[in-house]
């Protein structure tokens, strides 16, 4: 058995983040997948706050990915996906603190609002992060940090795998406003590791049209 334990769930953004950063530095893990709805006796001992993702490293215990990620930044630092300079760490934890106090919570308001005037609020911000990546964080580069892959595009990219839903729910689509955006995400989209814990469209489809209280969409697979 591996060193260190993975509690996720499969449909969990925050699980994927830390997935990939185990694939990334091709660390061996053991995966234990968790349903959310009906919690393994003894997880909140795991995970205090009762959330996805969590690990277990020989005695060390850790909850909320942001930290996990850093961690295993920390403790296995090759390949590193943050910056070893004190200021230019400092600037990739802002941006990681943008992906999920602004760009997250706009995604959410905009797929998930209780009426129109809220997803109306939502597509403003969505949008408006979306145009705020385009220009402060994507210049000449590959990446947000540069051209080396990082922390950063991952803080982002398990929405991006979502933008189907605000397709198929909210009739939205990324602008020609931001070339330098879909050029990153079809980078991105295109990681070994980002197509290992990937989850195919019907997957999203389906699952967002119960909770939305929508019609499951024609041709999504019932699961």
């Known amino acids: ?23 990334e530095k091709n660390i061996d893990f053991t995966p ?22 969590a690990i277990k490293h020989g ?12 961690y295993l930044d920390e403790v296995f630092p090759e390949p590193p996906l943050l910056p070893r300079d004190p200021a230019k760490k400092a600037q990739a934890r802002i941006w990681i603190d943008y992906a999920n106090t602004r760009f997250v919570p706009a995604f959410n308001k905009f797929l998930r609002g209780k ?29 947000l940090l540069g051209n080396q892959f990082s922390l950063v595009d991952i803080s982002f990219y398990p929405w991006f795998e979502r933008l189907p839903l605000l397709e ?15 050029t990153w995400w079809n980078l991105v989209s295109d990681r070994s590791s980002i197509k290992t814990v990937a989850n195919p469209v019907d997957f999203y489809l389906q699952r967002f049209a119960k909770i939305l209280g929508e019609p499951i969409p024609v041709g999504a697979a019932q699961k």
């Open 1 to 23: 058995m591996s060193d260190i334990q993975l509690y996720f769930a499969k449909a969990s953004t925050f699980s994927q983040r830390t997935r990939v950063v185990l694939l």
């Open 32 to 53: 234990l997948e968790v349903d959310l709805q009906n919690k393994p006796d003894g997880y909140t001992q795991i995970s205090r706050y009762g959330k996805v993702p």
């Open 59 to 70: 005695d060390v215990v850790i909850y909320e990915s942001a930290i996990i990620n850093e």
């Open 115 to 143: 009426d129109i005037q809220e997803q109306e609020q939502g597509r403003r911000e969505f949008t408006e992060a979306l145009l705020y990546i385009e220009q402060e964080g994507l210049g000449k580069s590959d990446y």
């Open 168 to 182: 198929h729910f909210r009739k939205f689509t990324l602008t020609a406003e931001t070339p330098r955006l879909q």
